[in-house]
Protein backbone atom coordinates (compact mmCIF):
# COMPACT_ATOMS: atom_id res chain seq x y z
CA UNK A 1 0.00 0.00 0.00
CA UNK A 2 1.68 3.26 -0.93
CA UNK A 3 1.58 6.37 1.55
CA UNK A 4 3.23 9.59 1.94
CA UNK A 5 4.07 10.41 5.57
CA UNK A 6 6.09 12.84 7.97
CA UNK A 7 6.59 13.18 11.48
CA UNK A 8 8.06 15.78 13.50
CA UNK A 9 8.24 16.43 17.20
CA UNK A 10 9.25 18.71 20.24
CA UNK A 11 9.35 18.96 23.99
CA UNK A 12 5.67 18.39 24.74
CA UNK A 13 4.75 17.67 21.52
CA UNK A 14 4.54 14.64 18.58
CA UNK A 15 2.58 15.18 15.01
CA UNK A 16 2.52 12.94 12.37
CA UNK A 17 0.97 13.49 8.89
CA UNK A 18 0.28 10.28 6.22
CA UNK A 19 -1.43 10.63 3.31
CA UNK A 20 -3.03 7.20 0.99
CA UNK A 21 -3.20 8.59 -2.34
CA UNK A 22 -4.57 5.79 -4.05
CA UNK A 23 -7.74 5.45 -1.30
CA UNK A 24 -7.97 9.27 -1.42
CA UNK A 25 -7.53 9.50 2.82
CA UNK A 26 -5.27 12.14 4.62
CA UNK A 27 -4.49 11.56 8.75
CA UNK A 28 -2.94 14.63 10.51
CA UNK A 29 -2.49 14.14 14.27
CA UNK A 30 -1.31 16.33 16.56
CA UNK A 31 -0.49 15.32 20.24
CA UNK A 32 0.40 17.46 23.11
CA UNK A 33 2.21 14.85 24.96
CA UNK A 34 5.19 13.44 23.79
CA UNK A 35 4.30 9.74 25.32
CA UNK A 36 2.13 9.19 22.75
CA UNK A 37 3.46 8.04 19.47
CA UNK A 38 1.47 10.29 16.55
CA UNK A 39 2.47 8.15 14.33
CA UNK A 40 1.78 4.84 15.79
CA UNK A 41 -2.25 6.62 16.68
CA UNK A 42 -2.07 7.58 12.65
CA UNK A 43 -1.07 3.93 11.60
CA UNK A 44 -4.21 2.96 14.08
CA UNK A 45 -6.69 5.70 12.73
CA UNK A 46 -5.50 4.70 9.10
CA UNK A 47 -6.02 0.80 9.65
CA UNK A 48 -9.93 1.32 10.76
CA UNK A 49 -10.52 3.11 7.88
CA UNK A 50 -8.61 0.96 5.17
CA UNK A 51 -9.58 -2.31 6.79
CA UNK A 52 -11.16 -3.17 3.29
CA UNK A 53 -7.80 -2.47 1.30
CA UNK A 54 -5.81 -4.65 3.91
CA UNK A 55 -3.97 -7.87 2.62
CA UNK A 56 -6.39 -10.46 4.05
CA UNK A 57 -3.21 -12.15 5.94
CA UNK A 58 -2.52 -8.86 8.21
CA UNK A 59 -6.35 -8.75 8.88
CA UNK A 60 -6.56 -12.16 9.84
CA UNK A 61 -3.72 -12.62 12.25
CA UNK A 62 -4.49 -9.46 14.01
CA UNK A 63 -7.92 -11.59 14.59
CA UNK A 64 -8.92 -12.47 18.06
CA UNK A 65 -9.93 -15.45 17.29
CA UNK A 66 -6.14 -16.72 15.96
CA UNK A 67 -4.76 -16.00 19.29
CA UNK A 68 -2.25 -18.70 19.84
CA UNK A 69 -0.62 -19.82 23.02
CA UNK A 70 2.97 -20.96 23.58
CA UNK A 71 4.38 -23.07 26.08
CA UNK A 72 6.72 -21.13 29.04
CA UNK A 73 10.00 -22.42 27.37
CA UNK A 74 9.23 -20.89 24.37
CA UNK A 75 8.24 -17.70 25.57
CA UNK A 76 11.55 -17.56 27.44
CA UNK A 77 13.67 -18.17 25.21
CA UNK A 78 12.68 -15.25 23.08
CA UNK A 79 13.91 -12.87 25.93
CA UNK A 80 16.18 -10.20 26.73
CA UNK A 81 17.80 -6.94 25.37
CA UNK A 82 17.33 -6.18 21.85
CA UNK A 83 19.32 -3.59 19.55
CA UNK A 84 18.59 -1.96 16.20
CA UNK A 85 21.64 -0.24 15.14
CA UNK A 86 20.30 1.78 12.34
CA UNK A 87 18.35 3.98 14.51
CA UNK A 88 20.30 3.15 18.31
CA UNK A 89 17.15 2.20 19.84
CA UNK A 90 16.72 -0.51 22.47
CA UNK A 91 14.01 -2.62 23.12
CA UNK A 92 13.19 -5.40 26.21
CA UNK A 93 11.25 -8.59 26.16
CA UNK A 94 10.13 -10.17 29.17
CA UNK A 95 7.86 -12.65 30.05
CA UNK A 96 4.76 -11.43 32.55
CA UNK A 97 2.04 -13.81 34.06
CA UNK A 98 2.35 -16.20 30.57
CA UNK A 99 2.57 -13.67 28.29
CA UNK A 100 5.44 -11.96 26.48
CA UNK A 101 5.65 -8.21 26.85
CA UNK A 102 7.69 -5.90 24.83
CA UNK A 103 9.22 -2.29 26.24
CA UNK A 104 11.70 0.08 26.40
CA UNK A 105 15.19 -1.09 28.06
CA UNK A 106 13.91 -0.05 31.54
CA UNK A 107 10.29 -0.91 31.45
CA UNK A 108 8.67 -1.90 34.48
CA UNK A 109 7.43 -4.88 36.06
CA UNK A 110 3.80 -3.61 35.11
CA UNK A 111 4.68 -2.03 32.19
CA UNK A 112 4.68 -2.78 28.57
CA UNK A 113 2.92 -4.11 25.95
CA UNK A 114 1.64 -7.32 24.96
CA UNK A 115 3.14 -9.24 22.28
CA UNK A 116 0.21 -11.86 21.02
CA UNK A 117 1.22 -14.75 19.27
CA UNK A 118 -0.01 -15.77 15.92
CA UNK A 119 2.45 -18.97 15.43
CA UNK A 120 5.91 -19.91 17.64
CA UNK A 121 7.77 -17.00 15.34
CA UNK A 122 5.02 -14.29 14.80
CA UNK A 123 3.90 -11.59 17.04
CA UNK A 124 1.41 -8.62 16.59
CA UNK A 125 1.28 -5.84 18.91
CA UNK A 126 -2.57 -5.18 19.92
CA UNK A 127 -4.60 -2.58 17.90
CA UNK A 128 -1.65 -2.17 15.60
CA UNK A 129 -0.54 -2.99 12.11
CA UNK A 130 3.26 -3.43 13.15
CA UNK A 131 4.24 -7.40 13.50
CA UNK A 132 7.50 -8.94 15.01
CA UNK A 133 8.99 -12.40 14.14
CA UNK A 134 11.78 -13.85 15.95
CA UNK A 135 14.52 -15.49 13.86
CA UNK A 136 17.44 -17.87 15.16
CA UNK A 137 21.29 -16.82 14.66
CA UNK A 138 23.78 -18.61 14.10
CA UNK A 139 24.77 -18.43 17.82
CA UNK A 140 21.74 -19.97 19.36
CA UNK A 141 20.20 -16.70 20.27
CA UNK A 142 17.55 -15.09 18.39
CA UNK A 143 16.98 -11.99 16.89
CA UNK A 144 13.89 -9.24 16.03
CA UNK A 145 12.39 -8.30 12.62
CA UNK A 146 9.97 -5.76 13.00
CA UNK A 147 7.33 -5.58 10.22
CA UNK A 148 5.40 -2.30 8.99
CA UNK A 149 3.45 -1.68 6.46
CA UNK A 150 5.21 0.59 3.76
CA UNK A 151 8.61 0.58 5.90
CA UNK A 152 11.76 -1.39 5.08
CA UNK A 153 11.82 -3.85 8.20
CA UNK A 154 13.74 -3.21 11.06
CA UNK A 155 15.78 -5.84 12.62
CA UNK A 156 16.59 -5.77 16.38
CA UNK A 157 19.89 -8.25 17.49
CA UNK A 158 20.53 -9.58 20.53
CA UNK A 159 22.45 -6.90 22.87
CA UNK A 160 24.53 -7.48 25.51
CA UNK A 161 23.26 -5.20 28.50
CA UNK A 162 26.50 -3.34 30.04
CA UNK A 163 26.86 -3.56 33.76
CA UNK A 164 29.55 -1.64 35.03
CA UNK A 165 31.11 -1.54 38.67
CA UNK A 166 31.86 1.21 40.61
CA UNK A 167 35.39 1.32 39.11
CA UNK A 168 34.67 1.39 35.78
CA UNK A 169 31.74 3.35 36.76
CA UNK A 170 34.05 6.10 38.35
CA UNK A 171 36.19 6.22 34.94
CA UNK A 172 33.75 7.90 33.11
CA UNK A 173 33.42 10.79 35.67
CA UNK A 174 34.62 14.26 34.10
CA UNK A 175 33.77 17.59 31.66
CA UNK A 176 32.64 17.48 28.46
CA UNK A 177 33.03 19.90 25.85
CA UNK A 178 30.85 20.17 22.68
CA UNK A 179 32.68 22.60 20.06
CA UNK A 180 29.38 22.87 17.92
CA UNK A 181 27.24 23.46 21.22
CA UNK A 182 30.07 25.43 22.75
CA UNK A 183 28.53 24.11 26.18
CA UNK A 184 30.73 21.87 28.78
CA UNK A 185 28.33 19.03 30.45
CA UNK A 186 29.82 17.69 33.46
CA UNK A 187 29.70 13.45 33.95
CA UNK A 188 29.40 11.93 37.66
CA UNK A 189 29.37 8.88 38.79
CA UNK A 190 26.37 7.92 41.69
CA UNK A 191 25.88 4.31 42.68
CA UNK A 192 25.23 2.18 39.58
CA UNK A 193 24.35 5.36 37.14
CA UNK A 194 26.06 8.57 35.65
CA UNK A 195 24.48 11.87 36.64
CA UNK A 196 24.64 14.17 33.36
CA UNK A 197 24.95 18.16 34.51
CA UNK A 198 23.84 20.83 32.26
CA UNK A 199 24.75 24.40 32.81
CA UNK A 200 21.11 25.34 33.24
CA UNK A 201 21.22 22.78 36.37
CA UNK A 202 19.02 20.44 34.70
CA UNK A 203 20.44 16.46 35.88
CA UNK A 204 19.90 13.98 33.95
CA UNK A 205 20.22 9.96 35.83
CA UNK A 206 21.93 7.81 32.92
CA UNK A 207 21.77 4.07 32.99
CA UNK A 208 23.81 1.33 31.86
CA UNK A 209 22.86 -0.62 28.55
CA UNK A 210 24.96 -1.46 26.30
CA UNK A 211 28.57 -1.43 25.87
CA UNK A 212 29.51 1.84 27.21
CA UNK A 213 26.04 3.58 26.56
CA UNK A 214 23.74 5.42 29.48
CA UNK A 215 20.26 6.91 29.17
CA UNK A 216 17.55 7.90 30.18
CA UNK A 217 14.12 8.84 28.55
CA UNK A 218 14.94 11.75 26.94
CA UNK A 219 18.87 11.63 26.98
CA UNK A 220 21.46 9.14 25.43
CA UNK A 221 25.23 9.00 25.74
CA UNK A 222 27.63 6.55 24.39
CA UNK A 223 31.03 7.52 25.11
CA UNK A 224 34.27 6.64 22.70
CA UNK A 225 37.57 5.66 23.43
CA UNK A 226 41.30 5.68 21.85
CA UNK A 227 43.20 3.10 20.36
CA UNK A 228 44.28 2.73 24.36
CA UNK A 229 40.77 2.63 25.46
CA UNK A 230 40.90 6.05 27.34
CA UNK A 231 37.85 7.35 27.08
CA UNK A 232 38.18 10.10 25.24
CA UNK A 233 34.49 11.94 24.83
CA UNK A 234 31.14 11.23 24.36
CA UNK A 235 28.01 10.93 21.36
CA UNK A 236 25.14 12.94 22.53
CA UNK A 237 21.21 12.12 21.75
CA UNK A 238 18.03 13.97 22.25
CA UNK A 239 14.82 12.19 22.33
CA UNK A 240 11.69 14.74 22.15
CA UNK A 241 9.19 12.33 21.23
CA UNK A 242 9.20 8.55 20.07
CA UNK A 243 12.87 8.24 18.71
CA UNK A 244 16.09 9.63 19.19
CA UNK A 245 15.45 13.10 16.84
CA UNK A 246 19.01 14.57 17.61
CA UNK A 247 21.86 12.14 17.17
CA UNK A 248 25.54 12.04 17.74
CA UNK A 249 26.32 15.35 18.79
CA UNK A 250 29.98 15.45 19.73
CA UNK A 251 31.65 15.97 23.21
CA UNK A 252 35.30 15.81 23.67
CA UNK A 253 36.61 15.35 27.29
CA UNK A 254 38.31 18.42 28.59
CA UNK A 255 38.60 17.51 32.55
CA UNK A 256 38.56 13.80 34.04
Known amino acids: MRWIGHGGSLRGFDLHVVRYPDHGLAIALLCNLEDISAERMAQRVADIYLSDAVAPPARAATASSLRVSLPGEQLIAKTGLYYEPS????????????RLMYGGPFVGANEGVELRPVDATRFWLPGDV???????????????????PGTSPLVFRPAVEFAPTSTELAAFAGAYASPELEVTYTVVARESALLLQRPNDITHSLRPTIADTFQDSRVGVTFTRDVRRDITGFLLNLRTGAGWEVRHVRFDRVRR
Open 130 to 148: VSLEFLSTPGGRQEIQLLQ
Open 87 to 98: TEVLRRVFVRDG
